[in-house]
Antibody, heavy 119, light 107 residues
Framework: QLQLQESGPGLVKPSETLSLTCTVS??????????WDWIRQPPGKGLEWIGS???????YYNPSLKSRLTISVDTSKNQFSLRLNSVTAADTAVYHC???????????WGQGTLVTVSP | DIQMTQSPSSLSASVGDRVTITCRAS??????LAWYQQKPGKAPKLLLY???RLESGVPSRFSGSGSGTDFTLTISSLQPEDFATYSC?????????FGGGTKVEIK
């Protein structure tokens, strides 16, 4: 059974960098069939796609975050990561990682991790 | 970016009711639409993809229809475990976007 688990600090100061890692177990991140997504949900609000990475390293970013965002993959560790710099309170959210197929949406999700941006 | 407009934003219904939620895309997305169910404190769960294909393990009371810009999620007979928030998402091209969500509450 595929599992995804987010990890990283739960509290980040304004103007600093938010860094999260998603560890994939029970399957290979190197499969050519999938994209690996980061999605976030501010408290009480809807879902926002942050960006995706393919095992080859190709990345796809939300234009609204592109200038602050880096997504990377480490196939040797079966992990992919998110770095969002210059954070503000508006970046406070539950951050999820997920697996997505090209033609079928996101079928496996991590449980999510709350990241709060506060002094 | 493709905007996804979902309606209603909330609804109250009783067990056994038929419930319909709609999602409209700002441009043609063909069949590239997924529906998710989310319960408080949990990750979204994929219900349907390609507008009408049921994800494995999802009860058959859930169904989807539509193509192009207009889509519908139907729950044929609402069960107690179906009270949740439902969101649509297009995956036609990046950036992917979600609808604002529909909260289904107990009447």
């Amino acid at each position: 059974q595929l599992q995804l688990q987010e990890s990283g600090p739960g509290l980040v100061k304004p103007s600093e960098t938010l860094s999260l890692t998603c560890t994939v177990s029970g399957g290979s991140i190197s499969s050519s069939s999938y994209y690996w997504d980061w999605i976030r949900q501010p408290p009480g609000k809807g879902l926002e796609w942050i960006g995706s990475i393919y095992f080859s390293g190709s990345t796809y970013y939300n234009p609204s975050l592109k200038s602050r965002l880096t997504i990377s993959v480490d196939t040797s560790k079966n992990q992919f990561s998110l770095r969002l710099n210059s954070v503000t309170a508006a970046d406070t959210a539950v951050y999820h990682c997920a697996r997505r197929t090209r033609e079928a949406g996101s079928d496996y999700w991590g449980q999510g991790t709350l990241v709060t941006v506060s002094p | 970016d493709i905007q996804m407009t979902q309606s209603p934003s909330s609804l109250s219904a009783s067990v056994g009711d038929r419930v319909t939620i709609t999602c409209r895309a700002s441009q043609d997305i063909r069949y590239s639409l997924a529906w998710y169910q989310q319960k408080p404190g949990k990750a979204p769960k994929l219900l349907l993809y390609a507008a009408s294909r049921l994800e494995s393990g999802v009860p058959s009371r859930f169904s989807g229809s539509g193509s192009g810009t207009d889509f519908t999620l139907t729950i044929s007979s609402l069960q107690p475990e179906d009270f949740a928030t439902y969101s649509c998402q297009h995956y036609y091209k990046t950036p992917l976007t979600f609808g604002g969500g529909t909260k289904v509450e107990i009447k």
